[in-house]
């Protein structure tokens, strides 16, 4: 997924991760799996921000701080309210259920 996420970036696709995390679990990825915030364009942990999806507000905050309309964003989430939330604001979403999966369906989104 790492690498597929590195294509995307270099077709011109910027990639945000929203996630509901607390602290401690954010330290021990940035400090584990520092390419994951390499890949993205900018992150979004619930401790951080206050919000936690399926608030519609962190996916509006997202949208707003970085200029974006949603029905020009995916949003992958194995989470079905997730996705509902962020569809109600025009995102496209994926339902993760495997990587191959995943990435079969942006392959036909992005092209």
Not at 39 to 65: H, I
Request: hydrophobic share 35%; proline share 2%.
């Amino acid at each position: 997924m790492l690498e597929f996420a590195r294509s995307l970036k270099k077709k011109g696709v910027s990639i945000f991760i929203l996630s509901n995390n607390f602290r401690e679990r954010t330290e021990y990825y940035r400090k584990n799996f520092p390419m994951l915030f390499e890949v993205a364009n900018k992150t979004y942990f619930s401790w951080e921000t206050g919000l936690v999806k399926p608030d519609v507000r962190s996916y509006s905050r997202l949208l707003e701080e970085n200029n974006l309309e949603g029905k020009d964003c995916i949003y992958i989430d194995n989470s079905i309210e997730n996705l509902e939330v962020a569809e109600s604001l025009g995102i496209k979403g994926v339902k993760y259920e495997s990587g191959e999966q995943v990435m079969e369906e942006i392959d036909e989104m992005v092209g």
